[in-house]
């Protein structure tokens, strides 16, 4: 199942992941910065709900201006490196299947997922879309960013495409280990077709290394 193994994939690559965030390329920081600033803004003065926040990239950009976070994900070990960062709000860390968690009573003012989207199989995006949706305020926003193709650079090529159009790579450890994960691309029309079947779009910046959306669930206003 690729489930399981970008699962395992994620686990494995947990006290390497950040180094995504860092790499010598100024088009990609500057990019990655700007969408911190931007979030940093958004978030302001509201509650976060975060799906697999990893290592606590964004939940730390996010606490600098929320009022509270949850900040959740399926791998202890990405969660060990979460809780070595500091906060500059209130931040709860969960271990949690975001598929399986139901996060209690308490609804969020925004949801946030990084770079999970392209992960997600086609076939299974009302799911996704229900996740996101269920712990939100009326009005609440959901922010996503994730990557477009030169972010990887071109020595991760596709591998296999499924029956639902799903793609899927190898991918290395630093020690060599190797995985094939599920990893789709989506181009700024793709994205506005899938996602405005479920949301209206408020914001959708769409750079040559990353994109982001800020989505609010359709009909609400
Ligand atoms: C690409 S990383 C993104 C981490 C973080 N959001 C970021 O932007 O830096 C994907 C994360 O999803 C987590 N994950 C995988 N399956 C999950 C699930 N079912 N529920 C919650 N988190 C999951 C992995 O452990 C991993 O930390």
Redesign the pocket.
Known sequence: MA?DS??EY??A??PE??Q??YRDNPVRRAEIDAEAKRLAELVSGKSVL?????????TRVMSQTATRITA????P??LIEAKRKQYGCEVTIVE??????DFGEILFDLV?????F??HPRQEYDRLFDVLTRRLKKNGLIWM?DNNPPAEGSAEMSCHVDEFGNNYKHRYLSDGKPFVILKNYFSRNDLEEILGRRFDLCSLVYGQYYWSVVLQPSGTV
């Open positions: 489930g970008l699962e994620y686990r690559r947990a992941y950040e995504i965030y975060e799906l697999a926040c990893g290592t606590g990239y964004w959740s994900d399926i791998a070990e990405a949690a299947d975001m598929f399986a968690h946030a997922l990084g770079f999970w392209s992960h960013i």
